[in-house]
């Protein structure tokens, strides 16, 4: 009797179960004798077949990606402030290094004895009675503050005489003074020495 209930797989109407219908108790095909085994090949060669990426998976991977992405450049502008904090951070140490310089030569000018220097070093300026010396070059112009004399060491030593000797020889020449003058070099336009004929 239970074999007259039961209705061929196709014509069943699908649905809920209720009353008068029949319910489907879970068994596998194979145990179901009045279906064919050639009916049961095609539907596990489907199942074989079927591909392993779902839409479900294609989403979740579509979605992981633009996450990703989103990451990464908010991870790449989080960089690029961290370097350009720490940039403006050293400008500011060098910033504040220099406003305390600038505040102890604003204190030294405070200084009557540093202005009197300066004046003496930048201008020339003298006190009253004191005697001011100017130091010429071999051009005969006066040395400036930042030129730098030559070091006496590193000049051939010359042969040391007395200063009695010095003062002597020029007691000599001038009681006999040379008869004709060294000849005096001409300059020629473009800056060469020329002796005269």
């Not at 009797?1 to 179960?17: F, H, I, K, N, V």
């Not at 199942?47 to 998976?57: D, F, I, Q």
């Not at 996450?67 to 403006?88: C, G, K, P």
């Not at 005969?140 to 200063?163: M, N, Y």
């Amino acid at each position: 009797m239970a074999d007259q209930r039961r209705t061929p797989r196709g014509s069943r109407p699908r649905g809920r179960a209720g009353p008068g219908r029949a319910v489907r108790t879970g068994r596998p095909a194979a145990a179901n004798p009045a279906t064919p085994a050639a009916g049961r090949a095609p539907q596990t060669a489907e199942r074989r077949l079927r591909p392993r990426l779902t839409g479900r998976a294609a989403i979740l991977v579509m979605v992981m990606a633009v996450l990703a992405v989103s990451y990464a450049s908010s991870l790449r502008a989080y960089l690029e402030q961290r370097s350009h904090i720490v940039e403006l951070k050293a400008t500011i140490a060098e910033r504040r290094a220099s406003i305390d310089e600038l505040e102890q030569e604003k204190q030294r000018w405070e200084d009557p004895a540093y202005v009197s220097q300066q004046a003496r070093e930048r201008f020339g300026y003298v006190k009253p009675g004191d005697t001011p010396f100017v130091v010429l070059g071999d051009d005969g112009e006066p040395l400036q503050s930042e030129a730098e004399l030559t070091d006496p060491d590193s000049i051939a030593p010359q042969e040391k005489r007395a200063w009695y000797d010095d003062a002597w020889d020029s007691v000599k020449l001038a009681g006999h003074p040379p008869t004709q003058a060294p000849p005096i070099p001409l300059r020629k336009i473009d800056g060469s020495d020329q002796q005269p004929d």
